[in-house]
């Protein structure tokens, strides 16, 4: 219901990319995501050309729907590359492990207590308010959702997101633009789309 801060939301260090949110910047995102995104709180992490990479958003949109993936990743290669990461059943792999290795499965469920206390900094929806993201605390459902979170608030947070990150070239430690690829690579699908 309400929208004001958890009174201990200040004790987590700032998150260390995060940047405000411009006209341009929700031009961007219209392109990228092919819609508004809405909720819009400020660009946590950001591309190397400075396109928005990682939205914080409200944990409940204007319309009162709660959307509790508070850290949403937008950028359109990097969302290509984890889907094809996805596709090859590393999430099922990962949720094994976490009930097998203690100290992943630690770590994992400290990045779920974090993304809940960064998300309370800017407004609690009381459905969702135990709610994480990606399958968080037990399980591994969507890495795009845990790369969010890793990208916004650094390594070390979320140890399944970095090792995730970590197989992808030109993630860590900075974004490599790679914008004009995945443009070409959408054009080429939406071409053979057309044809096909
Ligand atoms: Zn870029």
Redesign the pocket.
């Known amino acids: 219901m309400t929208t004001a801060p958890a009174p201990d939301a200040a004790a987590l260090p700032p998150l260390p990319f995060e940047s405000p949110a411009t006209a341009e910047d929700l031009a961007a995102m219209r392109e990228q995501l092919g819609r508004d995104m809405r909720g819009v709180v400020s660009i946590a992490r950001?591309?190397?050309?400075?396109?928005p990479?990682v939205v914080r958003t409200r944990p409940r949109l204007e319309d009162g729907t709660p959307f509790p993936t508070s850290l949403y990743l937008t950028?359109p290669?990097l969302t290509l590359d984890i889907s094809r990461i996805e596709a090859t059943g590393r999430m099922a792999e990962l949720t094994e492990r976490l009930g097998e290795d203690a100290e992943l499965a630690a770590g994992y469920a400290r990045a779920h207590e974090r993304y809940i206390a960064r998300r309370d900094e800017v407004g609690r929806a009381e459905e969702v308010a135990s709610v994480s993201a990606g399958g968080m605390p037990t399980r591994v459902k969507c890495l795009h959702a845990l790369a969010g979170q890793a990208l916004a608030e650094g390594p070390g947070v979320n140890p399944v997101a970095d090792e995730i990150l970590a197989g992808i070239p030109g993630v860590l430690p900075e974004?490599v633009?790679?914008?004009?690829s995945a443009e070409d690579e959408a054009d080429a699908a939406g071409t053979e789309g057309a044809t096909a």
């Open positions: 950001r591309c190397g050309c400075g396109r990479a950028l290669w974004l633009c790679r914008c004009a």
